[in-house]
């Protein structure tokens, strides 16, 4: 079972809102993905979970927020946006560092 | 700058054809590399990953892989209109987590 799931799928927020994105796997990967993904455009990293340690942090901004509770769960609290933060949020998983990577389907975010 | 390079197309083909998608990458340390397809709107789906010189098939797939000219293909056999996506290629160089992403080729497949 390849399956990576997050929730929600869809999410409408202010700027001045508190939210979280939840990612899970039960395939006992000990890495997690954050990426966010513009229209036409390739993945980009934000963070890196390994061993429920944060490993990479990809230069993001504060108001963006990693958690991984557990190897296999991983959140993303978001807090204070801006409008283009609007994008498709990515999570993924792998057995180790240098494995596959699945993605899972994405939360589609829209900061009004 | 490490960089992943592919034709942004749109590479058209008619339906049964072969569809060859092409990638080169910067960074000779490159050591796994990895084919995703997306359709669009949806998330990125792996179908073929590489880690060796050669080539390696799975079904109607066929990646190779020439790292002396820093170069990985994607062959796709008797194209179907269901796999007319954008396929991303993606490196890994040794002992990172990071997988550097090619901008993608969009596949057009004609009926």
């Known amino acids: 079972d390849t399956e990576v799931t997050q929730t929600p799928k869809h999410l409408v927020m202010g700027m001045t809102n508190k939210k979280s994105l939840k990612c899970e796997q039960h395939?006992?990967?000990?890495?997690m993905y954050w990426y966010k993904q513009k229209a036409k455009k390739p993945p980009e990293l934000m963070f890196v979970?390994?061993?429920?340690?944060?490993?990479i942090n990809e230069s993001v901004p504060s108001r963006f927020s990693p958690e991984c509770p557990n190897s296999s769960l991983l959140n993303l609290h978001l807090h204070a946006l801006q409008p283009e933060d609007s994008a498709l949020y990515l999570c993924?998983?792998?057995?180790?560092?240098?494995?596959?990577?699945?993605f899972g389907p994405g939360t589609r975010l829209t900061v009004l | 700058q490490k960089e992943v390079e592919q034709n942004s197309g749109p590479l058209s083909v008619p339906e049964g054809a072969i569809a060859s998608l092409n990638c080169t990458y910067s960074?000779?340390?490159?050591?796994?590399f990895f084919w995703y397809r997306q359709y669009s709107g949806k998330s990125p789906e792996l179908i073929m990953s590489?880690?060796?010189?050669g080539d390696k098939e799975d079904g109607r797939f066929t990646a190779q892989l020439n790292k002396a000219s820093q170069y990985v293909s994607l062959l796709i056999r008797d194209s179907q209109p269901s796999d007319s996506a954008t396929y991303l290629c993606?490196?890994?160089?040794?002992?990172?987590?990071?997988?550097?992403f090619g901008s993608g080729t969009r596949l057009l497949v004609r009926p």
């Open positions: 993924a998983s792998s057995q180790e560092g240098w494995g596959e990577q699945f």
């Open positions: 395939m006992g990967h000990r890495a």
């Open positions: 979970y390994s061993y429920e340690k944060l490993s």
């Open positions: 960074d000779r340390g490159s050591q796994s």
């Open positions: 590489i880690y060796s010189n």
């Open positions: 993606a490196v890994r160089m040794d002992s990172s987590y990071k997988l550097i």
